[in-house]
């Protein structure tokens, strides 16, 4: 096919980049085409772009739906820094006073706006749908989608009320469904959901060919395997992860006590103490950050070199998202996995008080888990599978399980 010099000329006139990064570009045309798009893209690949460009060059404003307010803020900020419009990209939220509000209505109005990002709980507000009646919307664009799925480790129920919420809108306009973690379940019950099953449908690889993949035998010894591990990789960024506060807790403080700078991380800390340890992190006062899954969305650090996993997570899902966090700048990264099955007794335990349709997903979940930490083939090629992904090689050379072959 012809290079579409046109796009790429635009894509440097707002953006400055030189070229587009896997299937952005037939993304875009998709999407400037009408079409509903459903995009499967591992994290940092650049799915923004798919449909910021897109909205800077149709008639009318995008409606992003957005699962954080935090990332809404980020994206508005780029969107500005890109533009010299400053109204070129706005939010509405709960954080917005009355004159701030009407100052985003006045802007999307006047069709300075050509991104408008809204979370899914203001979306469905009825004076917000009265408002969108009003606009003219060049196409809808679902951020983190895995939100609308109680398959995906992020679910939130507010994100499954969306379709009805564009329908009582009213108006015609496509959908563009965006997501780094999909598995099979996860995509058939997004596409289902927002009524997108006849979508033009984009996916790119998952692998990450630089993560080196490992589980270890969870022993009584694991503290002094963990010290181990992170003397033998001074100088380098790491993040444990833990199931438990308590453990957080624990953990960090063993560490300090043998030697190694690290600091604790999880939801119920202070706010204000969270965000003094994250920073640390992030500045390279401490090496490591012992964190519950409370940690990590939207952090940036991309040369983060190892991943402990002190506890087994409780999908897959939420494994590939967690160890997603090295190795971004395509350097090394290692994901160190300790499992014993008790630990997974432990996590169906946990289950019981919950609804029964819910202990069947984690279970079933768990499942793919314990499947995967057992398992003596390729760890990439589980992983991948899981993803409905096929890996084609007979070797990865870099998992624990093709670099030293158990013997059958
Ligand atoms: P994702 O949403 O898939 O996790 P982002 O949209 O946040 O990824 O993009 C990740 C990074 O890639 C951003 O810093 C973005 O500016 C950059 N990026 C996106 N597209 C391109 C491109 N075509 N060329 C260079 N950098 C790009
Ligand atoms: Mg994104």
Known sequence: MKKDDKLTEQLKLYFGFDSFKGNQEAIIRSVLAGKDTFVLMPTGSGKSLCFQLPSLMMEGTAIVISP??????????????YS??????????????KAAIEMVKSDVLSRKTKLLYVAPESLNKEENVEFLRQVKISFYAVDEAQCISEWGHDFRPEYRQI????NHIGQKAAVVALTASAT??????????LEMTDAAYFRSSFDRPNLYYEVRPKTENVDKEIVK??????????????????????LAEMLNVNGIKALPYHAGMESSARSENQD????EKVQVIVATIAFGMGIDKPDVRFVIHYDIPKSLEGYYQETGRVGRDGGEGQCIAFYSNSDLQKLEKFMQGKPVAEQEIGRLLLQDIASYAESSVCRRRVLLHYFGEEYKKDNCGNCDNCLNPKKQ
């Open 68 to 81: 954080l307010i935090a990332l809404m803020k980020n994206q508005v900020d780029a969107m500005r820094n």
């Open 84 to 97: 010299e419009e400053n109204g070129v990209a706005h939010f509405i939220n709960s954080s917005l006073n």
């Open 163 to 166: 379709r009805p919420t564009i």
């Open 184 to 193: 099979p379940k996860v995509q058939q019950d997004i596409q289902k959901n």
């Open 229 to 250: 591990y992170i003397k033998a990789e001074e100088g380098k960024s790491g993040i444990i992860y833990c199931l438990s506060r308590k453990k957080v807790e624990e």
């Open 280 to 283: 640390a992190f992030l500045m």
